[in-house]
């Protein structure tokens, strides 16, 4: 197992930007691919992107394609969301997960609130 803690969530205007981090403790971080999901209020977890275990390959979601950036640092145990021309309905709550399988994944941090303004 994998222990996960996400932050740097909080309140941005619209056209910003946030980096968020989810540090991992535990087993070899480097094992594990790594993903970022979100949850707006009234709707499901919507999977926003994710990347390779040795970061040389990530997928994003269509709502966040060329707008997020995955990156991860295997000597920090650290995986990075940077989130840039940040609109309104990115405003939700930012979870990390990993899994040894890729998109599997049954480690998940406890989330971190993002909040756009308009």
């Known amino acids: 197992q994998v222990q996960l803690v996400e932050s740097g969530g909080g309140l941005v205007q619209a056209g910003g930007s946030l980096r968020l981090s989810c540090a991992a403790s535990?087993?070899?971080?480097?094992?594990?691919?790594m993903a970022w999901f979100r949850q707006a209020p009234g709707k499901g977890r919507e999977f926003v992107g994710s990347?390779?275990?040795?970061?040389?390959?990530?997928s994003y979601s269509n709502a966040v394609q060329g707008r997020f950036t995955i990156s991860r640092d295997n000597a920090k145990n650290t995986v990075y969301l940077q989130m840039n021309s940040l609109k309104p309905e990115d405003t939700a709550v930012y979870y990390c997960?990993?899994?040894?399988?890729?998109?599997?994944?049954?480690?998940w941090g406890q989330g971190t609130q993002v909040t756009v303004s308009s």
């Open positions: 535990g087993r070899t971080f480097s094992d594990y691919v």
């Open positions: 997960a990993a899994g040894i399988v890729s998109g599997i994944y049954n480690n």
């Open positions: 990347i390779r275990r040795s970061g040389s390959s990530t």
